[in-house]
């Protein structure tokens, strides 16, 4: 009760000061498609949000499920008309790291693994993709958009949580 409590609260500093960062700035991270019985995310997110507005975004995501191998990268963003955007480019990708729970991953394998994910996100490239929250049903929804137009089949369930409220990417 209290996590929906502060974040309603959140939500509702962030809408009054247009401020979608609001929550970044307090220190949360975003989780996308929470499961709050298991305390998991399909990915997490932290911003760091810059004077001008800006922001990086260090998400963190299961590249390979079945291994349970995850993936973490940084991408550049700004705020647009109260949305977070990020322009799709190869460079955050080449960057990634890729991490396995008791295991060191090979430099080889890694770098496969950046070619396979890159490859995966290749007709990205190019493209702005837009996050707009929204309260759909009592819950926060993360509406996307690619190059200004609506994609419903994109949009996922949010949720910002604290990093100590122990949130995992699964």
């Not at 949305?83 to 991953?105: D, E, I, M, Q, R």
Request: charged fraction near 20%; glycine fraction near 10%; aromatic fraction near 4%.
């Amino acid at each position: 009760m209290t996590m929906i409590l502060t974040l309603l609260l959140t939500l509702a500093a962030g809408q009054a000061s247009d401020d979608v960062l609001a929550p970044a700035r307090q220190g949360m991270l975003r989780c996308t498609t929470p499961d709050q019985t298991h305390k998991t995310c399909a990915t997490l997110t932290r911003y760091t949000v810059h004077p001008d507005g800006g922001f990086d975004a260090e998400v963190t995501g299961m590249a390979s499920r079945p291994a349970q191998i995850s993936i973490r990268y940084t991408m550049p963003g700004t705020v647009e008309n109260g949305a977070l955007c990020f322009v799709h480019s190869g460079g955050a990708l080449s960057g990634a790291s890729f991490t396995k729970p008791g295991a060191k991953l090979a430099p080889s394998l890694q770098e496969t693994l950046r070619a396979q994910v890159s490859a995966g996100m290749a007709s990205l490239s190019g493209k702005k993709r837009c996050y707009r929250d929204r309260i759909v049903n009592g819950s926060l929804v993360s509406a996307t958009t690619l190059d200004g137009v609506a994609h419903p089949e994109l949009d996922r369930p949010v949720l910002w949580v604290r990093a100590e409220d122990g949130y995992k990417v699964q």
